[in-house]
């Protein structure tokens, strides 16, 4: 998936305040300000911000800031796990916007993986690179991907899977007009490596 930029988006009306949970999470993991920020690549002032909830994070934001302080997506939200259901109800998988991407929770909170339903814009983002400790699988159910490893550019269809090393530079975009539908599963990994999502350049 694509980086946190620090860009403010104009999908963050679609976000929940994710501030409290966000400082909350960050005290509890036992970082400063300074040094999670380091870790998503990001100032202290930005994340700062995101603190206070003068900005609201992207999608690739907050897939970020779950790896560093080892929770998911959902607890970033503040949502409940509801008990760990075993089966999450096709009307329980909430639609949430953020930077253009589009994304259904299709797992359970609280977990040491975490998956999601994803619609890729066409197109969208397509100059950021991510790098950081962990695994992503991911499976194309509608339209076609380009997934970039290291030197390496697949095209995927749908059907199509990819199982990688999140070490490995990478970057999804969607070829098709009408963008992309995949599932997405990475691991939820803590590390103490600065910049678990690193900007590159294309």
Request: net charge negative.
């Amino acid at each position: 998936m694509t980086p946190p930029p620090e860009e403010s988006t104009d999908d963050s009306a679609e976000l929940p305040a994710v501030a409290p949970h966000l400082r909350e999470l960050r005290r509890r993991s036992g970082l400063t300000l300074e040094a999670a920020a380091r870790r998503a690549g990001l100032s202290p002032a930005h994340l700062s911000r995101l603190e206070t909830g003068l900005r609201q994070p992207s999608l690739p934001m907050l897939l970020a800031l779950a790896r560093i302080y080892g929770t998911t997506v959902s607890e970033l939200l503040g949502e409940s796990a509801g008990g760990r259901d075993a089966v999450l109800r096709a009307g329980d998988m909430a639609a949430r916007e953020a930077d253009g991407w589009t994304y259904r929770q299709a797992g359970g909170s609280g977990r040491a993986m975490q998956a999601l339903r994803v619609h890729v814009p066409h197109a969208a983002q397509q100059d950021l690179v991510r790098v950081h400790p962990g695994e992503e699988w991911l499976y194309v159910l509608e339209g076609r991907l380009r997934l970039a490893l290291g030197d390496t550019v697949h095209l995927l269809d749908a059907g199509d899977s990819a199982h990688f090393d999140s070490l490995t530079p990478h970057r999804i975009t969607s070829v098709t007009p009408g963008g992309a539908e995949l599932l997405f599963v990475h691991t939820l990994m803590q590390s103490t490596v600065a910049g678990l999502c690193l900007p590159q350049e294309s």
